[in-house]
């Protein structure tokens, strides 16, 4: 066979064979913060205190007693620097008992989605039946770094011995030695192909035909779907309303998303400039991911304990994958591993009800949805006869996504499985699906089932 | 050795020589271990302080030992100052004068053996609590060192107990650390954490509680220098300067002043002997120390002070189980209502490490509370009083939901909800869905029955009242009201609560206002009534701040909130008939919404800036009744007299109803719930002073007065029940010995 992206079909029949024996993985339910602009109200916070207070609120309304819990696995792409194992602390700091371990995990932009899948991969192994998994970023957080010039100035002066050397390296002071490293764009840049995220997205809306007005007209829908979601009170399921560190006497907890704009509109979108390929680029920054904080937190057991405990879950986990390619056209990573997926999980797409899949961008997001439609696609790089199947759009992200409520790294893995998982309940299909695209060229996608 | 006959002495005194061990570690050095055997706690009992004498005739004799460490028995404990037990029993100047010298004397040995003995070195080595007469032994040493551990506290409380530090402590203290410091530490009675006994200049350095005793020896045989801290120019300009030290004398004595109103001699007696200190004779300042001493120890005060410290220990035993063992603390508690009193009880919680969850129907209730506890944590945070990581603890114990959800877990429930019986009850019955059916279900109902809010409960052997004072986080006492079936676990697991959040618990029965409500019923009500037949608020108030109340009675009116009051008023009028029928006055005050404090006026006017006192209004005069008997010129002490009688009627029938187990209890609860006058000891115990016979006078006496005669309820409210006839029939006392 030769090489391609994407799945062997030995692979396949192995998974398929071996998926009967294993253990079933549950969701025993999940809660998340609201997401906040970055720099708004959450900035104040940090990943340690926000992932610990929802973990909490997710422990107790989850009815779990935290003696049951056999690990704390937190997926978060940028952890503070003197929280470095996040997952650690939160656990810690949630009250769950000392003897149980805690990690932190890291797959990019998938680093939530890749805890639930962990916490599934050690139950289907036996070597634990009950998780808190949590997804967590504060990209208000990211910090600003020393350049290389002022760091070695700063470790020259600090081993000078006598008065002389110290004088003669603080004569070598420059002040362009103080331009700080941003380290959330330098995080967002591929080291790879060294293109920043934008411009993945770019080169497929050129490859795939996606106009800039498909591009604003998809964001204004996901900005129209969050409100209306908003408004009819939707995501009081997942939502927990949460009060941040620095909210001063008067002030509110805030309840709903505080990205989406109520009041987008074509002509706005349309007056933004392309931002990553000037003049005449497609993607701006209103049809681009906003920047957001925020957390999420699950209890993934397997279906054997949960029911020895008497809890009744959200959802059962049916399958999940993820799948490697080309780092520049990284968007496209849903299409591979939602093939993979579907296939591990003897489905189909006519079988999935909703969709889930992030808006890193509006381009990205129409691309894949050609790319799902297209035999040739299929043929040439997922090595099937077929095209996966049409999307209907009105069953992909009904409550709007992250071009509307923002894109905290590590959070939204976990934040669209969450949101699958509860679309499981008015779906009149047997499936959910939860995919997102991964910086580095990667693919990420969960396959819900539901659990009665 | 000392001779200790004639004074009190513990009946299971061991023979001489034991509680004192003397140890030799290496050539040169003595070690005295303070390990009195028929004591889990030392104490400097007359056992003790003798075998004391014994070993420094031992390091007396022995012209080769130059060092000398005094320590306990392990790195938790040391000793717990003079005898206090012992103290309260005195009675007679001259007893109390020998104790007082014997431990001066024993002191100033120590003292004397580094100014006498070339190179000698004495080092206190104390791990665990060193209050009082252990303080005043460490700075007799040349140096002491403190364990750097939770266990270990330092400091000179005596002023708590009315009396002052008479074993050197008044006079050395300011010798070494300067009156200013030295008055700050003596008139507060505070015990300081090793960290701050460094900072503050009471001990010469900090150790790991392993090293102790390594460390003791090397600085006793002077293997490592250690400097005291010297007090420089400051000794010149400052401790000899008679001027500074009169400043600093007279500050210290007005703030003393305008706390306590001239009601406790025992601080301004401190302040003039700390003041003379550095300026005296050591034998001079030890005299004035004693005769000091002679005189605060026999007196009333102390004596008060004194049996209410033992009242409040003696309440710890309320934790303990039928089994002997203490019952355990909640770590998951949750709390109903996040109003003034729930939010606050919340934090507390989160305060003590208890994992809380605070529920309430209205969001921005909940917004307040977490703001407010941060807020709190921060500000602490601030003043250092707090670490990081221990900051982030309190953040982290509490969490906020709006609905009714999660208490699966939680181990105790404090409702604070609204003031209705069925609001509750409902409330409780869902959670008894959905908790243990041990888990605790307390109300901090102020007007409802408990046994009410219980019934159809299930289990209701674990429905209890948890009632706690405004503002929660001042008030240290705690009603725990027994329905009844209300088991003796839950009282003894409520009392384990109450008590890890630093408060005083007092058992009382499921009545209405409890005990502290129900005598400030009539107290406060009195108080109307002698407005309302023309007696200036003004004196009122007074009068009541001078008879020892911590604030006079409109003003406390004020503090409550006239809503409130009024409900708590008719509560009481609905359950004990006439005599509490309620004055009218509030009334009027109500109709206008001027509620008191929270409303900005009441009987006074509030500013918003906190550190401006409240001045009366002007305009009182408007809500005098227009049809109230106007009553005779009282005089200050008559007004105080009318007020507290007839709070103490409603105490003797309160007694007599046992509603608390006895008048300790019941002394205990008015000290602590209302600030009753600590130096009169409780209401009962100033009672006794002055005898029941002539209180049923007096009683019968107001009862006469035409304003108490003529309106309904007035006679019984100072109508003398059968116990306190009784106990003027016999000439007998509430407090039976």
Same mark, same amino acid.
């Given at each position: ?452 | ?191 300081? $954490?090793?960290?701050?006994? /460094?900072? &503050? =200049?009471?001990?010469? %350095?900090?150790? @790991?509680?392993?090293?102790?005793? !390594?460390? *003791? ?113 909640? $770590?998951?508690?949750?709390? /109903?209502? &996040? =109003?003034?009193?729930? %939010?606050?009880? @919340?934090?507390?919680?989160?305060? !003590?490490? *208890? ?136 009282? *003894? ?245």
């Amino acid at each position: 066979m030769a090489a391609r992206e994407g799945v062997g079909s030995s692979a396949l029949m192995t998974a398929i064979h071996s998926r009967d024996s294993r253990r079933q993985v549950v969701i025993v339910g999940g809660w998340r913060t609201p997401l906040a602009r970055a720099g708004g109200v959450f900035a104040r916070e940090d990943a340690g205190h926000i992932g610990a207070a929802i973990a909490r609120e997710t422990i107790a309304r989850c009815n779990i007693d935290v003696e049951d819990v056999d690990e704390v696995i937190v997926g978060c792409a940028g952890p503070p620097h003197d929280q470095a194992n996040v997952g650690r602390v939160i656990g810690l700091r949630a009250g769950i008992p000392e003897r149980v371990p805690g990690r932190t995990v890291a797959r990019n932009c998938a680093s939530g989605m890749e805890a639930i899948t962990e916490a599934a991969t050690c139950i289907e192994a036996g070597r634990g039946d009950m998780y808190l998994v949590l997804g967590v970023e504060m990209m208000s957080r990211f910090p600003l770094i020393m350049g290389d010039r002022l760091t070695r100035f700063f470790a020259k002066l600090s081993s000078a011995r006598s008065l002389g050397q110290r004088v003669a390296t603080l004569a070598s002071f420059r002040p362009s030695m103080m331009a700080p490293r941003i380290a959330l764009m330098e995080g967002l840049t591929d080291p790879i192909s060294g293109m920043i995220m934008g411009k993945t997205a770019e080169l497929l809306a050129r490859e795939w035909n996606v106009s800039r007005e498909d591009a604003d007209r998809f964001a204004l829908e996901s900005h129209a779907r969050a409100k209306a979601a908003r408004e009819a009170g939707i995501l009081k399921r997942e939502i927990v309303p949460f009060l941040p560190i620095g909210a001063r006497e008067g002030q509110h907890a805030l309840a709903h998303d505080d990205a989406v704009r109520d009041n987008q509109s074509m002509e706005s979108l349309a007056k933004l400039k392309p931002y990553f390929e000037k003049p005449d680029g497609r993607v701006t920054v209103g049809n681009s991911c906003g920047i957001t904080d925020g957390a999420c937190a699950m209890i993934v057991a397997s279906a054997d304990r949960a029911r020895e405990l008497g809890l009744t879950p959200l959802a059962k986990i049916r399958s999940w994958s993820y799948a490697g390619l080309d780092p520049a056209r990284m968007g496209l990573g849903p299409v591979f591993a939602t093939a993979k997926a579907l296939d591990e999980g003897g489905a189909t797409i006519a079988d999935v009800g909703s969709i889930e899949i992030n808006e890193a961008f509006a381009a990205q997001v129409l691309a894949c949805a050609k790319a799902f439609d297209s035999d040739t696609f299929a043929q040439e790089k997922l090595g099937r006869s077929a095209k996966l199947g049409t999307l209907d759009m009105s069953r992909v992200n009904r409550n709007g996504g992250a071009i509307a409520i923002g894109h905290p790294v590590g959070c939204t893995g976990a934040r669209i499985v969450l949101t699958a998982a509860h679309e499981l309940q008015a779906s009149d299909r047997e499936l959910t699906l939860a995919t997102l695209c991964i910086g580095g060229g990667q693919g990420g996608a969960v396959l819900l089932e539901r659990a009665s | 050795m000392i001779d200790i006959a004639g004074l009190p002495t513990p009946k299971d005194a061991p023979p001489a020589g034991v509680c004192v061990r003397i140890e030799r570690p290496e050539k040169g050095l003595i070690r005295l271990v303070l390990d009195p055997p028929h004591r889990t706690l030392p104490v400097f009992d007359m056992p003790l302080l003798r075998d004391l004498d014994l070993a420094l005739d031992v390091v007396e004799k022995d012209a080769g030992i130059t060092g000398l460490v005094v320590t306990g028995r392990d790195t938790k404990t040391f000793a717990a100052g003079a005898d206090i037990d012992a103290i309260a029993a005195l009675t007679d100047r001259a007893t109390v004068g020998r104790v007082v010298a014997i431990g001066q004397n024993l002191f100033e040995r120590i003292d004397a053996l580094s100014t006498t003995r070339a190179n000698f070195t004495s080092v206190a080595a104390i791990g665990g609590a060193a209050p009082g007469g252990a303080c005043e032994l460490a700075l007799a040493c040349s140096f002491a060192i403190l364990c750097d551990n939770d266990a270990t506290r330092i400091g000179l409380p005596e002023t708590m107990l009315g009396i002052l530090p008479g074993w050197g402590g008044t006079t050395r203290l300011p010798r070494r650390i300067g009156l200013a410091k030295a008055l700050e530490a003596i008139l507060s009675g505070k015990l300081y $954490t090793p960290r701050e006994a /460094l900072r &503050a =200049g009471l001990v010469d %350095r900090l150790c @790991a509680p392993e090293d102790l005793l !390594r460390i *003791a020896s090397d600085i006793a045989m002077r293997r490592t220098r250690i400097e005291r801290r010297s007090r420089g120019a400051a000794k010149f300009f400052v401790d000899m300067n008679p001027l500074a030290v009169a400043f600093i004398a007279s500050a210290a004595k007005k703030q003393v002043l305008s706390r306590t109103h001239g009601h406790y001699p025992a601080p301004l007696m401190a302040i003039d002997i700390a003041a003379r200190a550095n300026r005296s004779s050591t034998s001079a300042s030890f005299k004035a120390e004693r005769e000091a001493v002679q005189e605060l120890a026999t007196g009333p005060i102390s004596k008060n002070l004194i049996r209410i410290f033992e009242l409040s220990e003696s309440a710890k035993k309320l934790k303990m189980l039928t089994n002997g063992r203490n019952a355990a603390v909640p $770590t998951r508690v949750g709390v /109903l209502g &996040a =109003g003034v009193m729930g %939010r606050a009880i @919340a934090s507390s919680s989160a305060d !003590r490490g *208890a994992w809380t969850r605070l529920f309430d129907i209205v969001p921005a209730a909940l917004d307040t509370a977490l703001i407010e506890h941060r807020a709190d944590v921060e500000s602490r945070l601030k003043k250092r009083k707090l670490q990081k990581n221990a900051a982030d603890r309190a953040l982290d114990r509490l969490d906020v939901t709006d609905s009714l959800v999660g208490f699966a877990n939680v181990e105790l429930v404090v409702e604070a909800v609204a003031e209705r019986l069925d609001v509750k009850r409902k409330v409780f019955q869902e959670l008894a869905r959905q908790m243990k059916s041990d888990a605790i279900l307390a109300t901090n109902t102020s007007s409802l029955s408990v046994d009410a809010i219980a019934s159809d409960i299930p289990h209701p052997e674990r429905v209890v009242g948890l009632h706690f004072f405004n503002p929660v986080k001042r008030m240290p006492l705690v009603e725990i009201v027994r329905g009844t079936r209300t088991s003796p676990e839950v009282v *003894a697991r409520c009392a384990a609560f109450a008590l890890a959040l630093g408060k005083t618990p007092v058992v009382t029965k499921d009545c209405a206002g409890f005990l502290v409500n129900r005598l400030l019923g009539p107290y406060l009500d009195e108080s109307l009534r002698l407005f309302a037949g023309g007696i200036d608020p003004a004196r009122i108030d007074r009068s009541l701040r001078n008879f020892g109340m911590p604030m006079g009675p409109l003003a406390l009116l004020d503090e409550v909130g006239f809503d409130i009051a009024g409900h708590a008023a008719r509560s009481l009028h609905e359950a004990y008939g006439a005599r509490m029928t309620p004055s009218t006055v509030l009334d009027g005050l109500v109709a206008e919404q001027r509620l008191g404090k929270k409303a900005k006026r009441g009987f006074y006017e509030h500013s918003d800036d906190r550190k401006v006192k409240p001045i009366l209004a002007g305009d009182l005069h408007r809500f005098v009744p227009a049809n109230s008997v106007r009553i005779r010129d009282l005089s200050d002490a008559e007004i105080a007299q009318r007020v507290v009688l007839a709070m103490l009627a409603e105490a003797a029938r309160a007694l007599e109803e046992h509603v608390v187990a006895s008048a300790r209890e019941l002394d205990l609860a008015t000290v602590f719930g209302m600030g009753f006058a600590p130096f009169r000891g409780g209401l009962l115990a100033w009672a006794d002073t002055i005898g029941a016979r002539a209180i049923v006078q007096n009683l019968e006496a107001i009862a006469r007065e035409p304003d108490v005669a003529a309106r309904i309820g007035g006679p019984e409210r100072f109508a003398s029940c059968t116990l306190l006839a009784r106990l003027a029939r016999d000439d007998a006392k509430f407090h039976a010995t």
